[in-house]
């Protein structure tokens, strides 16, 4: 029976195929301490979809202000354009002598672009 549960004995026994089984991080206890049940050391899906969630929200962000800015670009580019290609209407006429002369007033006031005033030193006129 001895024969038969070591023949049995899947526990002890390595995988088949080395490449299909990942290595495992195992807690080692140290030298001349008792044998301790190997513990796995690895990252929980949790702290992934944390990251993920994390960092998702700074890729839509930084994808939203790129649009943004890429929009501004094309508006910048297109006004830039209609201005380099403006052509802008003037009315013009043929210069030509009057027959008759034309006598016109305005309402307008004259002034003086500086003024002082004197005064005298004496009392009297002058």
């Known amino acids: 029976m001895s024969d038969m549960n ?6 002890d026994a390595p995988p088949k195929n080395e490449s299909d089984h990942q290595p495992e ?11 301790a049940a ?3 050391v690895g990252r929980p899906r949790s702290v992934w979809l944390l990251g993920l969630s994390a960092l998702l929200p700074l890729a839509v962000s930084v994808a939203f202000g790129a649009s943004k800015h890429n929009a501004q670009d094309r508006q910048v580019m297109r006004t830039t354009e209609q201005h380099r290609d403006f052509a802008p209407d ?5 210069v030509r002598a009057a027959g008759i002369f034309i006598t016109f007033s305005l309402p307008a006031t004259s002034l003086a672009f500086a003024s002082a005033n004197i005064f005298s030193r004496t009392n009297g006129y002058i």
């Open 6 to 11: 070591q023949t049995n004995d899947f526990e």
């Open 25 to 35: 991080l195992a807690v080692k206890s140290p030298p001349g301490a008792p044998l």
């Open 38 to 40: 190997s513990h796995k």
């Open 90 to 94: 003037v009315r013009i006429a043929r």
